[in-house]
């Protein structure tokens, strides 16, 4: 009963409209703190690789095993593995970077349920809003892998998707692996582009893959090589803005 009351209650606050102009200002001056944190966490991890995947596919499954040696595969060609920073598909990518030693970073999402950060992450930064994680999700990487997942991988996918297709970001590699689990998704992209909601070339924008090696080519051909990424000197941390490499 008490819930039901809740639950009207907060119905008739949404139905009021927007907040008062002062909680307008304490949530911008939230978000603006929660961004500035991830620059400043993320500012020297370097040319990132993002891996979106379930939180559900625990060690032991063959997408687990996949996600860990694709990502090994991709940091070995000397990028930082990027991801959600939580459990399943997103440990199995961190944990792949540090197999090979490689560099291991999160965004971590705090829920309800507490969704703690992996074990394998270098660093990680926890963020309170979907959004402002997928930005700097998107930010740093220079190419998106897209394994098995849920709402959550889909809408972070079709967000990068998007960026590419309206030329908000630049043409970076999308990689969708696993055919079988994703036949239905490729069928419905498919549709639109037979109902020509999307373009008929959109489809160049990805590639479906199941071969490890065939996905960590594209990156190279299309993230090292196009965008000419090479060893450089590291930035220096900004000591007067208290920074850390």
């Not at 809740?6 to 939230?30: D, Y």
């Not at 063959?62 to 440990?91: D, K, W």
Request: proline residues 5%; charged residues 25%.
């Amino acid at each position: 009963m008490i819930d039901k009351i809740v639950m009207k209650e907060a119905e008739i606050v949404f139905l009021e409209g927007p907040n008062s102009r002062w909680k307008e200002f304490k949530f911008t001056l939230q978000t603006m703190k929660q961004f500035i944190l991830g620059f400043r966490a993320l500012h020297f991890v370097g040319p990132c690789v993002t891996v979106f995947g379930s939180a559900r596919f625990a060690e032991g499954h063959p997408y687990y095993e996949q996600t860990r040696h694709l990502s090994g595969a991709i940091a070995r060609l000397g990028f930082t593995i990027l991801t959600g920073g939580g459990p399943g598909l997103m440990e199995a990518a961190n944990r792949g970077a540090k197999d090979v030693g490689g560099r291991s970073v999160g965004c971590n999402i705090l829920l309800p349920m507490e969704q703690k950060p992996n074990p394998y992450l270098d660093k990680w930064i926890n963020m309170r809003h979907f959004f402002v994680r997928k930005v700097l999700l998107v930010k740093y990487s220079y190419a998106f892998v897209v394994m098995p997942g849920g709402y959550g991988t889909l809408d972070e996918y079709f967000e990068a998707l998007t960026l590419i297709q309206t030329h908000k970001i630049k043409d970076f590699p999308v990689i969708i692996f696993g055919k079988e689990y994703h036949r239905e998704l490729i069928d419905h992209i498919e549709r639109m582009k037979a109902e020509k909601t999307i373009d008929p070339l959109d489809d160049r924008l990805f590639l479906v893959t199941d071969d490890i090696e065939e996905a960590v080519n594209l990156i190279r051909e299309n993230a090292i090589k196009k965008f000419d990424l090479r060893p450089k000197q590291p930035a220096k941390p900004f000591k007067l803005l208290f920074e850390r490499r």
